[in-house]
């Protein structure tokens, strides 16, 4: 696992949403739900920053990650009722957290972090699961072609900022590109740290995202049981501009909600294994996205 995670006290200092981000979201959840969110999960919270937002205008929130200390910051910082968060797995999020959501949420590419397409598949079914029948998912993730360029070099870069608990710390993370192949997206990231307690003063690491093409995605959402796509958004931009739903989108933010299900054996849980293969076949042949 990321090693940048495990210091969730650096990454919340990094991705804090900032109040134009909180404000657009808020207004795309108010678009196509109609309404505030009553109830919202985030199937890879980290330290539960989105969450922490949707508590604050009275949503019951659940969430999970893989990362413990994540976890551990997202119990301290979330209200004690109406919240309940638990280390686990994005492939399939613990039944403890219950469903009936009117509100998913999972930005910046988090998907990437899956091994593999049919994880994505698995995914999207469990999450389709534990949606209500209007609620919404909203997922960030990057569409790119095969004949898409990805500029490589810097992508993110923050700081220093200062650091809860003492210290000050910088972020930068570079795309390495496409590597062949795998159609993944290889990150380099560099975070510098000074003062900061129990933190080592470099931490460098390179990973690889999962990235995805138009098609592709389609693939997965109709493995998945079927999700209609409600609105689409540039996420490069923090005011959110609707942006048209096609190939080489880019990074977007999109808003998908359950499709009805066509067929009594389509509503149980897991994807067919035919799809869920041509979903993983398709992919592996198609290339895509860069993270956010
Ligand atoms: C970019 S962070 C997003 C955190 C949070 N959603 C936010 O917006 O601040 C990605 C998170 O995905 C988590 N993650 C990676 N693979 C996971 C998995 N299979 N299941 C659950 N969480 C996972 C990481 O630990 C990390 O906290």
Not at 60 to 73: K, Q, R, Y
Request: proline content about 5%; overall charge positive.
């Amino acid at each position: 696992m990321n090693e940048f995670y495990k210091r969730t006290g650096l990454y919340a200092a990094f991705f804090s949403p900032s109040d134009e981000i909180r404000g657009s979201i808020d207004r795309v959840v108010r678009k196509h739900l109609g309404r505030a969110p009553r109830r919202v999960i985030d199937p890879a919270c980290g330290p539960g920053l989105w969450l922490a937002h949707f508590a604050k205008k009275g949503a019951e929130v659940a969430g999970t990650d893989l990362e413990e200390s994540a976890i551990a910051l997202a119990v301290e910082s979330l209200p004690k009722r109406g919240a309940r968060v638990v280390v686990g797995d994005m492939r399939r999020p613990p039944d403890e957290l219950g469903a009936d959501f009117d509100c998913a949420i999972n930005l910046d590419n988090s998907l990437g972090h899956l091994a593999d397409y049919m994880d994505v598949a698995e995914h999207f079914s469990s999450m389709r699961r534990r949606l209500t029948k209007r609620g919404i998912y909203i997922v960030g993730l990057a569409l790119r072609e095969a004949t898409d360029e990805i500029d490589t070099g810097v992508v993110f870069e923050r700081g220093p900022v200062d650091i809860q608990g003492g210290g000050f710390a910088a972020l930068r993370t570079e795309s390495l590109g496409l590597q062949p192949g795998t159609r993944c997206e290889r990150i380099r990231q560099i975070t510098i740290t000074a003062n900061v307690p129990e933190t080592p003063s470099v931490i460098a690491e390179q990973y690889d995202l999962l990235t995805f093409t138009f098609a592709m995605f389609k693939d997965i959402m109709e493995a998945a049981g079927g999700f209609e796509v409600l609105g689409c958004y540039d996420a490069t931009d923090e005011s959110l501009p609707a942006k048209p739903f096609r190939k080489g989108a880019g990074d977007v933010v999109l808003v998908l909600r359950a499709a009805e299900a066509k067929t009594k054996a389509s509503k149980n849980a897991k994807p067919k294994t035919t799809a869920r293969k041509t979903a993983n076949r398709k992919a592996a042949t198609r290339k895509a996205t860069r993270r956010k």
